[in-house]
């Protein structure tokens, strides 16, 4: 399984990417800088991991909004999505929920014809060993979902499609 997701970085677009290597091994790309990590998940939702013989703790949470909160020690980050035509899923401005890696759907927690707001949590999927919520984006109806809790998914597969409500 790999992830890929696009932030924005002063205007720019900033990409992140994972690509297994091994149990617990990892390539990891952050713009044009390559590493390899060894990387363990904690129960408490943190990640140990080592980078360049150093060990760290970190914990990344996806809020409502999109933006991903990493705090790295006594170090705090708030890093946007990329809004550009990049190559990151997730949800869109235009109601289209896609997976944001291949993957293992827990939960979807809407059915075709409900309402939703920009920030309500619409599936939560289990990738690298981690659990990711995925929103809304947009406020409207659930027009479509395709897919049900217990699926594997690529990354890019259609999840739902949200119809915009009227202004």
């Given at each position: 399984?790999?992830?890929?997701?696009?932030?924005?970085?002063?205007?720019?677009?900033?990409?992140?990417?994972?690509?297994?290597?091994?149990?617990?091994?990892?390539?990891?790309?952050?713009?044009?800088?390559?590493?390899?990590?060894?990387?363990?998940?904690?129960?408490?939702?943190?990640?140990?991991?080592?980078?360049?013989?150093?060990?760290?703790?970190?914990?990344?949470?996806?809020?409502?909004?999109?933006?991903?909160?990493?705090?790295?020690?006594?170090?705090?980050?708030?890093?946007?999505?990329?809004?550009?035509?990049?190559?990151?899923?997730g949800h869109?401005?235009?109601?289209?929920?896609?997976?944001?890696?291949?993957?293992?759907?827990?939960?979807?927690?809407?059915?075709?014809?409900?309402?939703?707001?920009?920030?309500?949590?619409?599936?939560?999927?289990?990738?690298?060993?981690?659990?990711?919520?995925?929103?809304?984006?947009?406020?409207?109806?659930?027009?479509?979902?395709?897919?049900?809790?217990?699926?594997?998914?690529?990354?890019?597969?259609?999840?739902?499609?949200?119809e915009k409500?009227?202004?």
């Amino acid at each position: 399984m790999s992830y890929h997701r696009d932030f924005d970085r002063e205007g720019e677009r900033l990409a992140v990417s994972a690509q297994p290597l091994g149990e617990h091994r990892f390539r990891v790309t952050v713009g044009a800088t390559e590493h390899e990590v060894s990387a363990w998940s904690l129960p408490d939702g943190r990640v140990r991991f080592e980078l360049d013989g150093t060990l760290h703790e970190a914990i990344a949470v996806t809020l409502p909004d999109g933006r991903v909160h990493l705090r790295l020690g006594d170090r705090s980050w708030f890093l946007p999505r990329h809004t550009g035509r990049g190559r990151g899923h997730g949800h869109t401005a235009d109601g289209v929920i896609t997976a944001p890696m291949t993957g293992t759907v827990l939960s979807v927690l809407v059915v075709a014809g409900q309402p939703v707001k920009s920030t309500d949590t619409v599936a939560v999927m289990s990738a690298m060993k981690m659990e990711h919520k995925l929103t809304a984006g947009i406020d409207g109806t659930v027009a479509e979902v395709p897919v049900a809790a217990g699926a594997t998914v690529e990354q890019g597969a259609l999840l739902l499609r949200i119809e915009k409500a009227d202004s």
